[in-house]
């Protein structure tokens, strides 16, 4: 089956535009999470929904970054006045359920580039 | 509160000798372990995982690793580096299921490992 899908692969935007980021998750799984990878670095949390649950905001980095989803289906990352510091890989993942045991499946995330 | 350090960011080896790729982790409780790899311009793909039942775990394309509680350590090993094995490595903790946000993964900053021919 498919796996988790983002689009786009890249984007290009200049300082103070608004960008979305769509993810497509695998079929069934009912947990969905957002990391962001700055170059060099690991992957940081920022959101985790799961069900019909509130999602888990807490890794968001601003007020600019918010996040829906519907159901359990696309989720789309949406970054508000994009500054250059936002400038980063924006990764999906996907896990049938969550809890720790429960393995989350990338997606090859949105390379976001602010001018 | 969890937290892991991948002990080399960089890693090179000759293909055909042996990998170790070091990771060592804290935890409050018994963690959850990982092993991603990423290769360029693609996403993160399970390795192996560690989930308190047997300490060594076999993972895919050859790779293990060894849970070692008394080290606090989860590192990485392969016998025989291979070319198609360079790319970037991620050890992972998660908090056991006594704590709340279980599900956040928390990640190394990642070792580039380096195949020479």
């Known amino acids: 089956g498919a796996g988790v899908s983002q689009s786009p692969s890249n984007k290009v935007t200049e300082k103070g535009k608004d960008v979305e980021l769509r993810c497509d998750p695998i079929?069934?799984?009912?947990?969905l999470y957002w990391y962001r990878q700055r170059l060099g670095q690991g992957l940081e949390f920022l959101i985790y929904?799961?069900?019909?649950?509130?999602?888990?905001k807490s890794g968001l980095p601003s007020d600019r970054f918010s996040a829906e989803r519907t159901g359990e289906s696309v989720s789309t990352l949406t970054i508000q006045r994009t500054q250059q510091e936002d400038s980063a890989v924006y990764l999906c993942?996907?896990?049938?359920?969550?809890?720790?045991?429960?393995?989350?499946?990338f997606g090859a995330g949105t390379r976001l580039s602010v001018l | 509160a969890q937290s892991v350090t991948q002990l080399d960011s960089h890693v090179s080896v000759s293909e055909g000798t042996p990998v170790l790729l070091r990771c060592n982790y804290s935890?409050?409780?018994?963690?959850?372990l990982f092993w991603y790899v990423q290769h360029p311009n693609k996403g993160l793909q399970l390795l192996l995982k560690y989930t308190s039942a047997a300490t060594l775990v076999k993972g895919i394309n050859g790779f293990e690793a060894e849970f070692k509680k008394s080290e606090t350590s989860f590192h990485l090993t392969k016998p025989s580096a291979h070319m198609s094995d360079a790319a970037e490595y991620f050890c992972v903790v998660t908090p056991s299921d006594y704590t709340s946000g279980t599900y956040k993964y928390i990640f190394g900053t990642g070792t580039r490992l380096k195949v020479l021919a």
């Open positions: 079929s069934g799984h009912t947990a």
């Open positions: 929904f799961q069900g019909n649950s509130a999602p888990d």
């Open positions: 935890s409050s409780y018994s963690p959850s």
């Open positions: 993942a996907s896990s049938l359920e969550g809890g720790a045991k429960n393995i989350q499946y």
